[in-house]
């Protein structure tokens, strides 16, 4: 009866900490930030205006869908001069997508992004610098995440 017993209570254990041990479904990609009385004009997302085309993919390389039409190259340029550098230290989850920015074959630029859900706001990291994020406005996440989801599904 004992060992019946035993048995019982170490199953139950091992499957409370086998439970416990799972991953988080919703990582928060919340961020925050300290307001700064810094000039706007060092405070912008530098992305050359030359680009040709922007790749964007869930992960690095993978299923990547290229933007090289005028219009969404349009669309994408006035995501990036309304990008705002954020400052306060960074503490954010992995990216929700990769972009790679190219200028032509030998030469480009990514990014991390996430994006926020409508009526939110959305952030970019350079891949270079992962100690500082450059956000934008609820009103233009709303028009990358029609842009985006217009190839995505």
């Known amino acids: 009866m004992r ?4 048995m019982a209570l170490s199953l139950a254990f091992m499957s409370l900490v086998l439970f416990g041990c799972q991953p988080e479904e919703n990582i928060s990609t919340e961020i925050t930030v300290k307001p700064s009385t810094k000039s706007e004009n060092n ?3 530098s992305i050359d205006s030359n680009f040709i085309s922007i790749g964007i993919s869930k992960t690095k390389g ?6 090289g039409d ?6 994408f340029q006035n995501i990036f001069s309304s990008a705002v550098k954020e400052d306060g230290e960074v503490d954010i989850a992995g ?3 990769y ?4 200028y032509d074959k030998n030469n480009e630029q990514s990014l991390y992004l996430w994006i926020g859900d ?7 990291m350079k891949t270079e610098n992962t100690s500082t994020i ?3 406005s609820p009103e233009i996440t709303d028009k990358l995440i029609k842009l985006v989801e217009s190839r995505f599904n």
Do not use: H
């Open 62 to 67: 993978v299923d990547e869908i290229i933007f």
């Open 134 to 136: 450059y956000s934008f």
């Open 43 to 45: 405070k912008k997302l």
């Open 118 to 124: 409508r009526g939110q706001r959305s952030t970019f």
């Open 70 to 75: 005028k219009e969404s190259l349009n669309s």
């Open 3 to 6: 060992k019946v017993i035993f």
């Open 95 to 97: 990216p929700e997508f």
């Open 99 to 102: 972009l790679d920015v190219a």
